[in-house]
Nanobody, 125 residues
């Protein structure tokens, strides 16, 4: 079992930046690949980014590629999402997740067994 807590959300102007953090506790952090998902108001949850167990590979949704960067710090048991050049359409609740299945594509929510409570990001014009 692993517990995840997101932080770093808030209100930012379009074109600005935010860094989200996801602190993990419980089982060994390096056991899991990690992902970020987001849920805009009134819409379904969607994939944002993922990073493999060792941090050697990352994958991004087309909508954020080139603007967002996912990283992990094993010493701090923390995953980050650096968000640059933010757009109003990035407004959403952002969730981090710990992966528990290796037979499911990492852009699918079903690949992740543990989820944080979310942190809100609002991007104004």
């Amino acid at each position: 079992q692993v517990q995840l807590v997101e932080s770093g959300g808030g209100l930012v102007q379009a074109g600005g930046s935010l860094r989200l953090s996801c602190a993990a506790s419980g089982r060994t952090f390096s056991t899991y690949h990690m992902g970020w998902f987001r849920q805009p108001p009134g819409k379904e949850r969607e994939f944002v980014a993922t990073i493999t167990r060792t941090g050697s590979t990352t994958y991004y949704a087309d909508s954020v590629k080139g603007r967002f960067t996912i990283s992990r710090d094993s010493a701090k048991n923390t995953v980050y999402l650096q968000m640059n050049s933010l757009k109003p359409e990035d407004t959403a609740d952002y969730f981090c997740a710990a992966g528990t299945r290796d037979t499911v594509s990492l852009n699918m929510p079903s690949a992740y067994g543990y989820w944080g409570q979310g942190t809100q990001v609002t991007v104004s014009t």
